[in-house]
């Protein structure tokens, strides 16, 4: 075979699993993790401009016969100029022979579906309550929109509090989730009210090393649990200490990121989520606790991901074939 | 703009520049190296087989406008499949908002030019004697071809002595040597008669973490050049030892290499490459001189030459469109 496909992100959409087939590759991309089966060394990236990357990230699970790399930018300011802050192309390669089988957009799978279902579906799943009601986004861009989405699909929410920097990005949030869900959501224009009351709280901003802390200790509730998704830019680190059990999922790269210089000064981290996936660990034990997931985001559930999307295609017959 | 380009294997070569103009191109990303005013972490990697691997090679050269990634496999055993042991993606990047531009095949510039220039050309330049006349290539892949090429180029040379484990392989390489360039070229079926006597050495076979060490001490010539391509796979420690000036291409990947269980016992690094081209260091000093560079590769010419063959693709408007 000489040729290799592309699927553009529209392609790659068309392709994507539902979400409870998504979240059963996810456990089995966690389960063989905890097993010690797969390859993923820390990131490395580059650093064109301020607070902005590149970051490769090479998987192999040879239990998934799936290789390859996601090598993803985040260009904060691309916000203000209407392009896509966070972007990407997945290669996806033979473990048998090491040649490129496929290349495809990234974007869809980091931001539809990836971190929603593993830093909210899995994570939430062992680690919030499940009668949570009041969901708190603070960061109203696409995943704060796919964290709704899976969030929505878990657990009895009423009421979504939307919370950003920019009103009219809150402001739309929150109209659209009102229009296409049966769901009372406001945008509000104090952070603390995307965290005091609230049952979930989603923190999707921009990734940043020196957080802005904008979070305060006593907002966050007992009972509440939290979804980092943008490291603990969001955090006063005094915040972060009342946390009962802070969850990670991958401790090497947390502390890969420690000697880079984020992640300064956050508590010990209780369990990684392949722990609480494979029940090495208990979740929440009890209604009180307060839980803290914080994702940085796994190369194997990209690279599981487009090994799935791409034995699609192939059935399907779509793509854009492409001479090697 | 919402598209981006590919450009398969016979596209990049079609569009890749003459020697001299990427020579030019490679002494200047080897200044701007030696400045400080390049970003290029240490590879990573998978290993989905023994001594077969996938690294993911990040680079950012500002003064260039190029940023990017290579990701580029080796997998020994795809000779006997009749498959390239190399092969490769480069995905090239805008600086300003982390959109990916254009994916190309890495095949053809990684083995063809980038390490023929950089390994060869730019090394022995500074290193081999002017008056060098005797080449021996010990791996006669597609490595072997590029480097006898670059090495035609620069030297008076009448005679090339090819080994090869694979006798058929040595065979072959030697006819089309003789056949395509006015030199005698014969297969030797002893290392060693690719080794003593010769001005010129290029070893070029498989990357193994362990040795095969065929080369002994007393088999270097006084005043010979050595150019490692496949790291130290081929070298005896004790031979290593008789080197006057041991020089590399990257300090930093080497020390990361050692890490890794590679490069055990080398001798100390007398220059960096980017030192000899900018003359902070003399390279050649006497014609008794054994001298030797470690080509560990660059990411900073992949990614460097992939912006010139990207901005050539554009003006001849050459390569496939894709939608992002």
């Given at each position: 075979?000489?040729?290799?496909?592309?699927?553009?992100?529209?392609?790659?959409?068309?392709?994507?699993?539902?979400?409870?087939?998504?979240?059963?590759?996810?456990?089995?991309?966690?389960?063989?993790?905890?097993?010690?089966?797969?390859?993923?060394?820390?990131?490395?990236?580059?650093?064109?401009?301020?607070?902005?990357?590149?970051?490769?990230?090479?998987?192999?699970?040879?239990?998934?016969?799936?290789?390859?790399?996601?090598?993803?930018?985040?260009?904060?300011?691309?916000?203000?100029?209407?392009?896509?802050?966070?972007?990407?192309?997945?290669?996806?390669?033979?473990?048998?022979?090491?040649?490129?089988?496929?290349?495809?957009?990234?974007?869809?799978?980091?931001?539809?579906?990836?971190?929603?279902?593993?830093?909210s579906a899995?994570?939430?799943?062992?680690?919030?309550?499940?009668?949570s009601?009041?969901l708190?986004?603070?960061?109203?861009?696409?995943?704060?929109?796919?964290?709704?989405?899976?969030?929505?699909?878990?657990?009895?929410?009423?009421?979504?509090?939307?919370?950003?920097?920019?009103e009219?990005?809150?402001?739309?949030?929150?109209?659209?989730?009102?229009?296409?869900?049966?769901?009372?959501?406001?945008?509000?224009?104090?952070?603390?009210?995307?965290?005091?009351?609230?049952?979930?709280?989603?923190?999707?901003?921009?990734?940043?090393?020196?957080?802005h802390?904008?979070?305060?200790?006593?907002?966050?509730?007992?009972?509440?649990?939290?979804?980092?998704?943008?490291?603990?830019?969001?955090?006063?680190?005094?915040?972060?200490?009342?946390?009962?059990?802070?969850?990670t999922?991958?401790?090497?790269?947390?502390?890969?990121?420690?000697?880079?210089?984020?992640?300064?000064?956050?508590?010990?981290?209780?369990?990684?989520?392949?722990?609480?996936?494979?029940?090495?660990?208990?979740?929440?034990?009890?209604?009180?606790?307060?839980?803290?997931?914080?994702?940085?985001?796994?190369?194997?559930?990209?690279?599981?991901?487009?090994?799935h999307?791409?034995?699609?295609?192939?059935?399907?017959?779509?793509?854009?074939?492409?001479?090697?």
């Amino acid at each position: 075979m000489s040729e290799l496909v592309y699927l553009s992100r529209d392609q790659v959409a068309a392709l994507s699993p539902e979400i409870p087939q998504l979240i059963a590759l996810l456990e089995q991309v966690f389960r063989e993790k905890a097993a010690g089966r797969t390859e993923m060394p820390p990131k490395i990236g580059i650093h064109p401009e301020k607070d902005a990357f590149l970051h490769a990230m090479p998987a192999f699970l040879p239990a998934l016969r799936a290789a390859g790399l996601k090598w993803v930018s985040a260009f904060p300011e691309n916000r203000g100029r209407g392009l896509p802050t966070i972007a990407g192309l997945i290669v996806l390669n033979d473990p048998e022979t090491g040649l490129p089988l496929a290349v495809m957009d990234a974007s869809w799978i980091t931001a539809k579906r990836t971190a929603a279902a593993s830093a909210s579906a899995l994570a939430a799943r062992h680690l919030a309550r499940p009668d949570s009601r009041i969901l708190g986004i603070l960061g109203c861009g696409v995943q704060g929109q796919s964290h709704l989405e899976a969030l929505l699909a878990l657990f009895p929410i009423r009421e979504v509090r939307a919370y950003d920097t920019d009103e009219e990005a809150g402001e739309r949030f929150a109209t659209e989730a009102e229009a296409r869900f049966r769901v009372l959501a406001a945008r509000v224009n104090d952070p603390r009210k995307a965290v005091s009351g609230c049952d979930l709280v989603v923190t999707a901003g921009p990734i940043l090393r020196e957080p802005h802390a904008t979070i305060r200790p006593g907002w966050l509730e007992a009972g509440a649990f939290a979804s980092l998704v943008d490291f603990d830019s969001y955090w006063d680190r005094a915040a972060l200490r009342e946390v009962d059990k802070w969850c990670t999922d991958d401790l090497k790269q947390l502390e890969h990121y420690k000697t880079l210089g984020y992640f300064r000064d956050v508590p010990p981290v209780y369990a990684e989520l392949a722990d609480l996936v494979t029940g090495r660990k208990p979740g929440r034990e009890s209604p009180e606790e307060r839980t803290m997931a914080c994702h940085l985001g796994l190369a194997l559930e990209d690279v599981a991901l487009a090994g799935h999307i791409y034995r699609e295609a192939l059935e399907k017959k779509i793509g854009t074939w492409l001479p090697r």
